[in-house]
């Protein structure tokens, strides 16, 4: 069973900047894809960001291509994402996931483990 740990939400202004960070309790944890997803109040979880398993290949949203920025540290066991000039439609709780797929990396449905979550809100 894989334990993913979010951290790095919180409370910010338009236009700052937060990195949030997810460690895996894996074994092997190159070997998984990792990604995250966000989802707002009355909304859909949606795609953010994945990456491949060795971290050369990175996948976005074309909205927060430029914004995000998505890495890993295997040694760590440790996947980030750098989110800055945060907007309030930032605003969610950001999920961590990991699969062993290598197929879809931006469908939700590919992922097996997920994170709690953890709350991002840009003020205004």
């Known amino acids: 069973q894989v334990q993913l740990v979010e951290s790095g939400g919180g409370l910010v202004q338009v236009g700052d900047s937060l990195r949030l960070s997810c460690t895996a309790s894996?074994?092997?944890?190159?070997?998984?894809?990792m990604g995250w997803f966000r989802q707002a109040p009355g909304k859909e979880r949606e795609f953010v960001a994945a990456?491949?398993?060795?971290?050369?290949?990175?996948y976005y949203v074309d909205a927060m291509t430029g914004r995000f920025t998505i890495s890993r540290d295997n040694a760590k066991n440790t996947v980030y994402l750098q989110m800055n000039n945060l907007r309030p439609e930032d605003t969610a709780v950001y999920y961590c996931?990991?699969?062993?797929?290598?197929?879809?990396?931006?469908?939700?449905?590919?992922?097996?483990?997920w994170g709690q979550g953890t709350q991002v809100t840009v003020s205004s």
């Open positions: 894996a074994r092997a944890f190159s070997t998984y894809v």
């Open positions: 996931a990991g699969t062993l797929s290598t197929l879809q990396p931006r469908t939700a449905s590919a992922y097996n483990y």
């Open positions: 990456i491949s398993r060795s971290g050369s290949i990175t």
